[in-house]
Each structure stands twice: as structure tokens, then as C-alpha cells.
């Protein structure tokens, strides 16, 4: 069964600086995701992605966070400049129009990112 | 603001009960009300869902029992497994502003012994 693939699986960074996390959504989808899990809380929406342009945006991801589809089956997070705070399991997902219409999304294993 | 609440946070049972997952909502302009089961090292699944003209769903041995009036949703779980132990996670949407923005509950960590 196609997946959606995140990379790394784990990644530990300095408070400042610049994380991109990536990500390879099931071939034929058309929407993307972003959600985050701190430890302990729930799984939040951060940022919907669709026609290479930002759909919506939730009030966590702020200025400091960046979505991009560099190519045809990339999509990345970009946090420019990291806070304690940014730590936590994140998520992408993706879903073809039936799916996004279902609320039918596929999770991949998420990256585990590490504020120290 | 929490959009959904779930309870309990975590819950155990022994092979063969029926773990009940319940959770409530807010905002009446929730449409779908999809349940997540997330295993360890594994991103969420969607498992069942249900929208708000009906009041029961099943699926296998899932159940979703929904009451619109009381804006609660619960899943049941049959003849539980071992294999059924995970994280389950309640979730609504209102599909009429945002596709695939999911509001989640916290999560429900369920166990169940063999």
C-alpha cells in the first residue's frame, strides 16, 4: 500500500537555527499537510497545501514557518529559526480530492524534531 | 480554546472487553467526526468515521455511537485484541471552510491484556 514517507526520523538541532523537515506524499495526491504532537498533547493542524500555494494556516504556524513543493513529489517544512518550544513529533499527510473532501488523510511516521 | 475533548487518557481492559473512547465537541459547525489509531512509531490512521445524520456506525468490531444534541461521540471497541492496543485520537472537521484540517482530541493510550 502506498505510504507517505518522512525523512529524517529524528532530528536534534540547536535552539536558532534552520530545520528543514521532508517529506514525500503518496504519488497521486494533490493535498498536503503539515500537523505537530508535543509530547503528551494533542495532534494540531499547522498548514494545508494545494495548487503550490498555502490553503490554510493555523495560528501556530507563524512567520517563522515555511512550506514548500520543490519538485513533483517533495513537500518540506521550514522552520527558519527554532525555539524550545518547536519541539515536538511532526506530521505530514496527504490526501487526493476524494480524500480531502472524506477527511481521508495519510499520515506518515512523522519526524521527531529536538529543540536543545 | 479545545475544540474536542477526549477521555479517558489512557484506558486497559483484558482480551475480549469492550473499551469505550468518548469524546465531545464544540463547535456546531463540525461535520465529520473521523477516529484516528496511531501505533507506536507510526503516524495516525484514519480507522471509522462518521458524519452527524447518523447516529451509529460500525465497522468490523468498531462502533461509532454519535449524539448530535449532546455534541458527544464515542467508540466502542468489540471483543477487544491484544493487536487493538494504540493510541486512538477523536477528531471533527468542518468541511465547509478547510479540506483536511482536522481538529484532534488528545488521545485515548488504550492497552489491552492478553
Known amino acids: 500500500e502506498p505510504e507517505v514517507t518522512q525523512t529524517p526520523s529524528h532530528q536534534v538541532t540547536q535552539m536558532g537555527q534552520e530545520v528543514i523537515l521532508r517529506c514525500v506524499p503518496i504519488?497521486?495526491?494533490?493535498?498536503f499537510y503539515w500537523y505537530r504532537q508535543i509530547l503528551g498533547q494533542k495532534v494540531e493542524f499547522l498548514v494545508s497545501?494545494?495548487?503550490?500555494?498555502?490553503?490554510?494556516k493555523s495560528e501556530i504556524f507563524d512567520d517563522q514557518f515555511s512550506v514548500e513543493r520543490p519538485d513533483g513529489s517533495n513537500f518540506t517544512l521550514k522552520i527558519r529559526s527554532t525555539k524550545l518550544e518547536d519541539s515536538a513529533m511532526y506530521f505530514c499527510?496527504?490526501?487526493?480530492?476524494?480524500?480531502?473532501?472524506?477527511?481521508?488523510?495519510?499520515f506518515g511516521s512523522g519526524t521527531q524534531l529536538s529543540v536543545l | 480554546q479545545q475544540q474536542v475533548k477526549q477521555s479517558p487518557q489512557s484506558l486497559i481492559v483484558q482480551k475480549g472487553g469492550i473499551p469505550i473512547i468518548n469524546c465531545a465537541y464544540e463547535?456546531?459547525?463540525?461535520?465529520?467526526f473521523p477516529w484516528y489509531q496511531q501505533f507506536p512509531g507510526k503516524g495516525p490512521a484514519l480507522l471509522i468515521a462518521?458524519?452527524?445524520?447518523?447516529s451509529e456506525k460500525k465497522e468490523g468490531r468498531f462502533t461509532i455511537s454519535f449524539n448530535k444534541s449532546a455534541k458527544q461521540f464515542s467508540l466502542h471497541i468489540m471483543d477487544s485484541q491484544p493487536g487493538d492496543s494504540a493510541t486512538y485520537f477523536c477528531?471533527?472537521?468542518?468541511?465547509?471552510?478547510?479540506?483536511?484540517?482536522?481538529?484532534f482530541g488528545r488521545g485515548t493510550q488504550l492497552t489491552v491484556w492478553p
Open positions: 499527510a496527504s490526501s487526493d480530492l476524494e480524500g480531502a473532501t472524506n477527511e481521508k488523510l495519510f
Open positions: 504519488s497521486n495526491h494533490l493535498y
Open positions: 497545501f494545494y495548487n503550490n500555494e498555502i490553503s490554510e
Open positions: 463547535n456546531t459547525a463540525f461535520d465529520y
Open positions: 462518521i458524519r452527524p445524520d447518523v
Open positions: 477528531a471533527a472537521s468542518d468541511r465547509g471552510s478547510t479540506l483536511g484540517r482536522l481538529y
